[in-house]
């Protein structure tokens, strides 16, 4: 079974995945600076628990990161392996034309 996708389609998807997540970090940067203003007014066990969910939310956007990473990677290969068989196809064209 093939799939036909554009480059096009390919170069756009590496696009808007590079745009969510920089998105997703602005969003992440914008809790972090207004929840540690909010931290500050915290004492006691809510304190505690707060700062459990920040440490939780650093570890979000680790794995965030790093799954971001991994699309970009794999659409980045999607679309070498794209080219390279394009190249591969035009080759064999041109061999049986010479033929």
Do not use: C, P
């Not at 996708?5 to 997703?24: C, P, V, W």
């Not at 794999?74 to 591969?88: E, K, N």
């Amino acid at each position: 079974m093939t799939v036909a996708i554009s480059h096009a389609a390919l170069q756009e998807a590496i696009r808007n995945m590079g745009n969510a997540q920089k998105e997703m970090e602005e969003g992440l940067a914008w809790m972090q600076n207004n929840f540690n203003a909010l931290r500050e007014t915290l004492t006691g066990e809510t304190r505690l628990s707060w700062e459990n969910f920040e440490t939780e939310l650093g570890k979000l956007k680790l794995q965030l990161a790093e799954e971001y990473r991994t699309a970009q990677t794999t659409l980045q290969r999607m679309h070498a392996r794209q080219i390279q068989g394009d190249s591969s196809g035009s080759e064999a064209v041109k061999k049986t034309q010479l033929s």
